[in-house]
Structure formats: structure tokens, C-alpha cells
């Protein structure tokens, strides 16, 4: 199949994530530091968000940073962190006349986050908070675990009763987001790293050995071949 073929087809999903991995093994590879991997990386997801666009995919996460990535060098982090506050500055320019919503997941409240950072994020939520469109949802200082948690404590503080999967919902980061339907982990590694064990139990999962800073069009386009040729049941008896 080629990419334009791929616009028109129904069983294309509707929101997919990109756990970018293997940022730091692509620079080790090359000889360079871990932080040019992670150069390349966001380079090369800006392309993606484009060709995810173009795709009429409605909404993309992307796994950014996890609550344990603090647990790498304080060099590492730091580099991350910049490159993050200059991602979202980018975003500024590039979307802020487009029918394009920005919603971040994770702990942005978090004092580990330089301030500059936090209050970018907090102003891109909030300038795109009208938008209908698409939505880009990259997961900053994300735990799944811990979103869960954050939910049950907002639910206990709020004193609402008869939670149902619906309500416990409205507590996620991604309560505005559609169903997950698609999560490409690249670098060959299986699991999920605490990203998002509520949204993804029915989603479909696919690991490409491909490091994230080399992971290209085509490669894309392969993973959404595989995504269509899936069959998903739901828990019924389908084909
Ligand atoms: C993932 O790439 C990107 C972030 C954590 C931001 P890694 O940094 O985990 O790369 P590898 O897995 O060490 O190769
Ligand atoms: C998951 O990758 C987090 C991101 C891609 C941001 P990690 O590289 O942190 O995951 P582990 O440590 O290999 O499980
Ligand atoms: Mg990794």
C-alpha cells in the first residue's frame, strides 16, 4: 500500500501513540552522546506529527518522558527538559493558527520541571482549548500508574459515588481523547513502560526492531498495514 492509499482506508485507527525508543542506542551507534540521539529523535517525530496529520489520524500521543525517566543522569534530564520547553515554543508558532489542540499528559505541576517549562505547557493547553481538529498529546512526565492514582484521589476528594468506567474516565489526562486504538513501541523492546494501562487494554501493540530517530514514512506506513490486518474482537466472536 502506499500513504495516500492509506487515507482513504475505514480501518485506518482513529488515535495512535509513538513510544519514541531508542534514541540513545541510535547516537551510540554513531559514536555520539545520548543527548544528539534525542536530537534526532524530536526531529524526526515533528515529521511524524505530519504524516500523521496528513493521514486524517484524529489524535496522536507520544510518550515523552516517563515518571522513572528522573531516575537517568541529571545531564541527560536536563537536555530532555530543554529540548521539551523548545518543543513546545515550536508548537506555539507552528499550530496556534491551526485547527490543531495541544493537551499534555503527565504531572505538569511538577517543581522538577523547570518553571519556564511548566507554564509553556500550561499556556498551549489552554490557547488550543477551543480547537476541534486534531490533537497532539505528548506525555510529559507521565505514569500511568500514577495517572491512575491521581484519578482515585480526585474521585475520593470530590466524594463522587457509583464510579463507572465512563466517570473514572473524566479523570484521565485523555478524557478529551478518542479510544487508543494503535501503540508503536520501536526499538524492539516489549512492554509498556507505565504508558497508559487504562486506555490501552484494547488497543493493538506493535514493536519495531527500527530505532526511534531512524523510524521513517515507510515504516510508518508498514505498522498501519499491520494495525488493518489485525482482527479485534472486543471480548466477542467477530470473522
Ligand atoms: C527514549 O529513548 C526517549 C526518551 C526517554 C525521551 P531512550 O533514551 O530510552 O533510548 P534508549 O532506549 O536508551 O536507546
Ligand atoms: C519509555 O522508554 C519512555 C519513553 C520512551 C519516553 P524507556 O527507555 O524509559 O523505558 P525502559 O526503561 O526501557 O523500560
Ligand atoms: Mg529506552
Same mark, same amino acid.
Given at each position: 500500500?502506499?500513504?495516500?492509499?492509506?487515507?482513504?482506508?475505514?480501518?485506518?485507527p482513529k488515535h495512535i501513540a509513538f513510544i519514541i525508543d531508542?534514541?540513545?542506542?541510535?547516537?551510540?551507534?554513531?559514536?555520539?552522546?545520548?543527548?544528539?540521539?534525542?536530537?534526532?529523535?524530536?526531529?524526526?517525530?515533528?515529521?511524524?506529527?505530519?504524516?500523521?496529520?496528513?493521514?486524517?489520524?484524529?489524535?496522536?500521543?507520544?510518550?515523552?518522558?516517563? @515518571?522513572? +525517566?528522573?531516575?537517568?543522569?541529571?545531564? *541527560?534530564? #536536563?537536555?530532555?527538559?530543554?529540548? &521539551?520547553?523548545?518543543? =513546545?515554543?515550536?508548537?506555539?508558532?507552528?499550530?496556534?493558527?491551526?485547527?490543531?489542540?495541544?493537551?499534555?499528559?503527565?504531572?505538569?505541576?511538577?517543581?522538577?520541571?523547570?518553571?519556564?517549562?511548566?507554564?509553556?505547557?500550561?499556556?498551549?493547553?489552554?490557547?488550543?482549548?477551543?480547537?476541534?481538529?486534531?490533537?497532539?498529546?505528548?506525555?510529559?512526565?507521565?505514569?500511568?500508574?500514577?495517572?491512575?492514582?491521581? @484519578?482515585? +484521589?480526585?474521585?475520593?476528594?470530590?466524594? *463522587?459515588? #457509583?464510579?463507572?468506567?465512563?466517570? &473514572?474516565?473524566?479523570? =484521565?489526562?485523555?478524557?478529551?481523547?478518542?479510544?487508543?486504538?494503535?501503540?508503536?513501541?520501536?526499538?524492539?523492546?516489549?512492554?509498556?513502560?507505565?504508558?497508559?494501562?487504562?486506555?490501552?487494554?484494547?488497543?493493538?501493540?506493535?514493536?519495531?526492531?527500527?530505532?526511534?530517530?531512524?523510524?521513517?514514512?515507510?515504516?510508518?506506513?508498514?505498522?498501519?498495514?499491520?494495525?488493518?490486518?489485525?482482527k479485534r474482537r472486543f471480548g466477542a466472536i467477530k470473522g
Amino acid at each position: 500500500m502506499n500513504f495516500n492509499d492509506l487515507k482513504k482506508d475505514a480501518r485506518m485507527p482513529k488515535h495512535i501513540a509513538f513510544i519514541i525508543d531508542g534514541n540513545g542506542r541510535w547516537a551510540k551507534k554513531r559514536g555520539l552522546p545520548r543527548s544528539m540521539g534525542h536530537k534526532a529523535g524530536f526531529e524526526n517525530l515533528n515529521k511524524h506529527i505530519g504524516y500523521v496529520q496528513e493521514l486524517g489520524i484524529k489524535n496522536l500521543s507520544i510518550y515523552c518522558f516517563s @515518571a522513572e +525517566n528522573w531516575n537517568r543522569p541529571k545531564a *541527560e534530564v #536536563d537536555y530532555l527538559m530543554k529540548l &521539551f520547553g523548545d518543543m =513546545l515554543d515550536d508548537y506555539k508558532k507552528k499550530y496556534l493558527d491551526k485547527d490543531v489542540r495541544i493537551i499534555i499528559s503527565g504531572d505538569m505541576d511538577d517543581p522538577r520541571i523547570p518553571e519556564s517549562t511548566r507554564i509553556k505547557a500550561k499556556e498551549i493547553m489552554e490557547l488550543t482549548n477551543e480547537k476541534t481538529g486534531f490533537i497532539l498529546n505528548p506525555c510529559i512526565n507521565y505514569g500511568g500508574r500514577q495517572e491512575i492514582l491521581k @484519578a482515585v +484521589n480526585e474521585i475520593i476528594a470530590s466524594k *463522587e459515588t #457509583d464510579i463507572d468506567v465512563e466517570k &473514572f474516565e473524566k479523570h =484521565l489526562y485523555t478524557s478529551e481523547l478518542l479510544p487508543l486504538d494503535f501503540v508503536i513501541r520501536t526499538s524492539g523492546e516489549n512492554r509498556s513502560s507505565n504508558y497508559m494501562p487504562w486506555q490501552s487494554t484494547y488497543s493493538e501493540w506493535y514493536y519495531p526492531e527500527t530505532l526511534w530517530p531512524s523510524f521513517s514514512k515507510n515504516d510508518l506506513v508498514k505498522a498501519l498495514e499491520v494495525f488493518m490486518s489485525r482482527k479485534r474482537r472486543f471480548g466477542a466472536i467477530k470473522g
